[in-house]
């Protein structure tokens, strides 16, 4: 793998002002929960950088990388395909990042939907991807505050947030999420 600094420069050349200007903000807050919940800071840094780094392919494009991975697409994820790009960019930053640690992979691939089982590092990205800085609406304010406090409650204030929009939207909520929320309930699985 390549030094922070590259993967930078090289982010910063894929994606948009916008997008990179997120995940740096996302690579900032996941350094202070990281030292707060006893992260992997260097890990949870290279995660922060690449996992957005498919977030604005073409939808043909990411269901040609993850087909062409020997992945299976989900009904759910026909129905909204932007959930590929969590599962594009693993494969991105293996592929082409030389990405090989599997805590940095997962903490990619489960970004925007959790998992059952989720981990500390996985946690992290999971809510700083919802509370960095440029996030300024009520809900990722409020999880923004309990992150501070108490891991596994932010995990589950922004699973619930998230749920709640999408069942208000009649959206499809991906199992992962239902998973991990029930996980979180009957285990101390985060700090």
């Not at 996985?122 to 440029?134: H, L, Q, R, S």
């Not at 589950?156 to 929009?165: R, V």
Request: with cysteine.
């Amino acid at each position: 793998m390549v030094t922070i600094d590259k993967l930078r420069k090289e982010v910063k050349k894929r994606l948009s002002l916008n997008r990179f200007e997120h995940s740096e903000r996302v690579a900032n807050m996941s350094e202070k929960l990281s030292k707060i919940w006893n992260g992997d800071t260097a890990k949870l840094i290279y995660a922060a950088y690449l996992h957005d780094i498919a977030r604005d392919m073409p939808t043909k494009d990411l269901v040609k990388i993850v087909k062409e991975n020997g992945y299976r697409i989900s009904k759910l994820e026909y129905a909204k395909p932007v959930l590929l790009h969590s599962l594009a960019g693993t494969i991105i930053a293996e592929t082409i990042f030389g990405v090989n640690d599997q805590s940095i992979l997962n903490a990619i691939r489960y970004h925007t939907t959790g998992r059952k089982g989720i981990t500390v590092n996985e946690a992290i990205i999971y809510v700083a991807d919802f509370t960095e800085c440029g996030r300024n609406f009520k809900e990722a304010n409020i999880v923004r505050k309990i992150s501070f406090k108490n891991l596994k409650e932010a995990v589950l204030k922004e699973t619930e947030f998230n749920a709640c929009f999408l069942m208000n939207k009649r959206k499809l909520i991906h199992p992962y999420s239902i998973e991990m929320f029930n996980d979180l309930l009957k285990n101390e699985i985060l700090p």
